[in-house]
């Protein structure tokens, strides 16, 4: 057998965006300032046979600036988590021959407080913007990125199927991603 040794990887990287400047009169201009940097673990109980889901763990960690108000900075990265969730297990429009066959919340799922676990926040990192007002970056919006790939990853993981589509519905995991007669 031969020894293999692995040299650590590291690197330091500077990126600056371009500068930006006061919106004109029409308040049009590069208000882009800030790169959002979140990231989330989920943990999920899944009925194989009915395909039922439940997310039954959140964590996250996020760089969110200059935090100018704890309460609402929590609320932000909440609801950013619940739009992830809903992405990932129930939120879907459906159209048939050109009409959306879902236009009301009676057939649109939405996640409610009863679907959410509750939302752990392992690390919030207080990097402050220095192009920013008062230091502040983009709370709510990361999390609904990051959350929505942390549930589908605990669901591959949890199912070993591929799973490649959002929603990832019950009969995505009932049928072992055949639903529709295509491997996932």
């Not at 500068?19 to 194989?48: E, K």
């Not at 950013?80 to 879907?92: D, K, T």
């Amino acid at each position: 057998m031969t020894a293999v040794t692995i040299e650590p990887v590291t690197a330091d990287v500077v990126h600056r965006h371009s500068p930006t400047s006061p919106l004109d009169a029409d308040g049009q201009g590069n208000a882009h300032v800030s790169f959002a940097v979140s990231a989330h673990r989920a943990i999920v109980d899944v009925d194989p046979d009915l395909g039922l889901v439940r997310v039954v763990e959140l964590t996250t960690s996020q760089d969110v600036g200059r935090v100018l108000n704890p309460l609402q900075a929590v609320g932000q990265l909440e609801g950013g988590a619940a739009q992830g969730v809903g992405l990932a297990v129930m939120e879907e429009v459906l159209v048939s021959d050109g009409r959306i066959r879902n236009a009301s919340f009676t057939d649109y799922l939405v996640p409610t407080a009863l679907d959410m676990p509750p939302v752990e926040i392992a690390l919030l990192i207080e990097q402050p913007e220095p192009g920013a007002p008062f230091g502040a970056k983009g709370i709510g919006e990361p999390p609904c990125i990051s959350s929505t790939a942390a549930v589908v990853a605990a669901l591959r993981d949890a199912t070993g199927l591929e799973l490649a589509r959002v929603p990832v519905r019950p009969v995505d995991i009932a049928l072992g991603g055949d639903a529709l007669g295509v491997d996932r």
